[in-house]
C-alpha cells in the first residue's frame, strides 16, 4: 500500500492546525526565507535542464502558453459576473488570479512527478513566467480599460520586477549559464533539500488556508463552487493545449495543473494597485482556501491520470 506523500501531509496538518487554532506559524523572517529558496531551486532546476536541451522553446509551443494567459480569464469574469453577479471590479479580480498562476502548486506537481520518475519538459518553469503576467493585464484591462487612471509603469515595475518573477528568472539564468556541472556544489542545499524545503512552505500554505475558510461563510455557496469548478476548466484548457503542442505525459500535467491553478502573489500585489476597489477577500478565499487544496490533494493526481489517457 501506498501511503499519502508527507508533502501533502504537511498542508493538511497546516490545515488541521489552523482549524485548531493552535498557536503555530512560520516566523515571518523564515517564512520569506522558505519561500526565497523554493522559486530559487525551481528556476536553477529548469536552468540547468535548459543547458541540457539545447532545442530552446518552439514559437507554437510560446504562442500556445500565451494563449492560455490571454485567453482563460475571459470565461473566468463572464462565469463571475452573470453567475456570481459580482460587480465587474470583484469579477476582473477573479479573472487575474484564475488566468494567472501559483508557483506553490507548480512546485507540487514539480515534486510530485520528480517523485514517481515522471519526466517533463525542462522549460517548464518558463511556463510560469509566461503565464503570471498577462492574465494579471487581461483582468485589469476587463476592470478599467484602457484607462489613464491606471499607473501603468508602477503597475509594469510591480509585475515584471516582482519578487516571484525576478526569483524565478534569476534562479533560470545561474542554471542555465552554470550547468549541470557548474552547479554541483549547490544542488545538494536547493535540489537535495527540495521536499523539505516544500514541506515546511505547504504546512504555512495551510494555515493561511485555513485563515481564510470563516470567509466561505460569509460570501455563501459560489465562491465554494467556483473555486472547485474553475481549476476543472482551466486543467482542461491546459490538457488541450498540451495535447495540440505534443508535450510529453508529464509536461501536459504540469501545463494543466498551471492552468488549473490561482495566483495568490502576484495578482493579488497588482489589483490591489490597479482596481482598489475590488474586495481581496473574494478572490483569495477562492484561490487559497478552495482551488489550493483542491488542486494540492486531488487535482494533481487526476490531471495526471487525465493526461496518461489521453495521450494513449
Not at 121 to 149: F, Q
Not at 186 to 212: C, N, R, T, V
Not at 223 to 233: E, K, N, Q, R
Request: aromatic letters at 8%; proline letters at 5%.
Amino acid at each position: 500500500m501506498t501511503g499519502i506523500d508527507p508533502v501533502i501531509c504537511f498542508f493538511i496538518f497546516g490545515i488541521a492546525a489552523g482549524l485548531a487554532r493552535a498557536d503555530l506559524r512560520l516566523p515571518g523572517a523564515i517564512y520569506e526565507f522558505v519561500s526565497t529558496v523554493l522559486l530559487l531551486a525551481i528556476g536553477l532546476k529548469g536552468g540547468v535542464e535548459l543547458a541540457r536541451d539545447t532545442g530552446g522553446m518552439p514559437l507554437v509551443e510560446l504562442a500556445g502558453v500565451l494563449s492560455i494567459g490571454l485567453l482563460l480569464p475571459l470565461p473566468v469574469f463572464a462565469i463571475a459576473r452573470m453567475i456570481g453577479r459580482l460587480s465587474r471590479a470583484d469579477s476582473a479580480s477573479l479573472a487575474a488570479h484564475y488566468g494567472s498562476v501559483s508557483v506553490g502548486t507548480f512546485a507540487v506537481v514539480m515534486g510530485y512527478l520528480t517523485t514517481r520518475g515522471i519526466p517533463y519538459e525542462a522549460r517548464a518553469p518558463v511556463w510560469v513566467v509566461l503565464l503570471e503576467v498577462p492574465a494579471i493585464l487581461v483582468g485589469i484591462l476587463l476592470a478599467r480599460g484602457i484607462s489613464k487612471d491606471v499607473a501603468w509603469d508602477k503597475l509594469a515595475r510591480e509585475l515584471l520586477l516582482g519578487r516571484s518573477i525576478v526569483l524565478l528568472l534569476g534562479g533560470l539564468a545561474i542554471g542555465w549559464v552554470s550547468g549541470p556541472e557548474g552547479t554541483q556544489s549547490i544542488q545538494p542545499f536547493f535540489f537535495g533539500l527540495f521536499k523539505g524545503i516544500l514541506s515546511l512552505f505547504l504546512l504555512e500554505m495551510g494555515l493561511i488556508a485555513a485563515s481564510h475558510l470563516p470567509t466561505l461563510r460569509r460570501h455563501g455557496l459560489f465562491i465554494a463552487g467556483f473555486g472547485l469548478v474553475m481549476p476543472l476548466l482551466g486543467a482542461g484548457v491546459g490538457i488541450l493545449v498540451g495535447l495540440l503542442l505534443g508535450l510529453s505525459t508529464g509536461g501536459t500535467t504540469v501545463l494543466a495543473t498551471l492552468a488549473a491553478s490561482a495566483s495568490y502573489i502576484a495578482a493579488p500585489a497588482a489589483i490591489r494597485t490597479a482596481v482598489p476597489e475590488a474586495n481581496p477577500a473574494l478572490s483569495l478565499t477562492a484561490s487559497l482556501a478552495v482551488t489550493f487544496p483542491f488542486n494540492i490533494i486531488f487535482g494533481i493526481p487526476l490531471y495526471q491520470q487525465l493526461a496518461v489517457s489521453l495521450h494513449g
